[in-house]
């Protein structure tokens, strides 16, 4: 059985890299309009993208990922220990469990499947995480079953002991899954800003060689055409738009330093 007050039940709740953080104090009641709006949303992008229409793979994806994962750890909990609540009688808990229940599956499927907003199963290390050998996704969709069946028998005014106990068990289980899931998120983000960082440096590099050997041919155009006089002022206006190119790569190279997008 959960123990609702004690919080070893309840490792890994929070994240550094979550933007919302949750407690145990969280887990039995929210505003009612702030679950509501967060299913509306999941019912909103409940569509699997297309190959043109999944979205990028940016910070501000990473970051929905990483937080709709830690939050399905917290709502496992508010589900478990609601139905636990609601089959004591506390009706106010049953809704709340039902609620919760709705969101964890929507964004489970989300995850998983990808919608508009989320790109799925990106990556082998998130295929293996929820395929894989540790069967995550069927472990999951169980609990959501188990737990859809125990608020069931509680509407139909035939509560089991049984379902409730075994719902009970899933506490810990189901926050170890899921928060190993979450770390191959915080993973994949991790190893994604450091190839954007590499490619950020890789670009910085060809355009700082690029200008060096534009440089080079401007101040060598130049001496040419002050041999050439006359016949090579033409020449010269050239040289004079390359180096002012050049100057402008310059500029644009100081500005990527100065707003921390190229560390050499």
Do not use: W
Not at 10 to 25: A, V, W
Not at 79 to 94: H, R, Y
């Amino acid at each position: 059985m959960l123990a609702a007050n004690k919080t070893d039940h309840f490792p890994g709740l929070c994240s550094p890299f979550l933007k919302p953080t949750y407690s145990i104090f969280a887990l039995r009641n929210e505003t009612p309009m702030t679950m509501q709006s967060a299913i509306r949303q999941m019912n909103m992008r409940h569509s699997k993208p297309s190959a043109d229409t999944a979205p990028p793979l940016g910070a501000e994806t990473f970051g929905s990922l990483i937080n709709l994962a830690g939050r399905q750890r917290m709502l496992s909990q508010r589900i478990i220990l609601n139905t636990i609540l609601a089959s004591q009688g506390d009706q106010a808990a049953k809704a709340t469990a039902q609620e919760a229940l709705q969101l964890f599956t929507a964004t489970h499927h989300d995850l998983v499947h990808g919608n508009q907003q989320l790109p799925g199963l990106f990556s082998l290390a998130l295929q293996d995480a929820y395929l894989g050998d540790s069967k995550a996704d069927a472990r999951i969709r169980a609990f959501i079953e188990h737990a859809g069946q125990a608020l069931q028998a509680l509407d139909a005014n035939t509560p089991s002991t049984v379902l409730i106990d075994r719902l009970g068990q899933y506490a810990t289980p189901m926050v170890t899954i899921l928060n190993q899931i979450t770390q191959v998120y915080e993973n994949e983000a991790r190893q994604h800003a450091s190839l954007h960082q590499k490619q950020q440096r890789d670009l910085m590099e060809n355009i700082q060689r690029i200008t060096k050997q534009a440089k080079i041919v401007s101040v060598n155009a130049k001496i040419i055409a002050a041999r050439a006089g006359e016949a090579g002022k033409e020449f010269s206006v050239v040289a004079s738009v390359l180096a002012n190119i050049t100057s402008e790569l310059d500029e644009l190279v100081l500005q990527a330093v100065k707003n921390g997008e190229y560390h050499p």
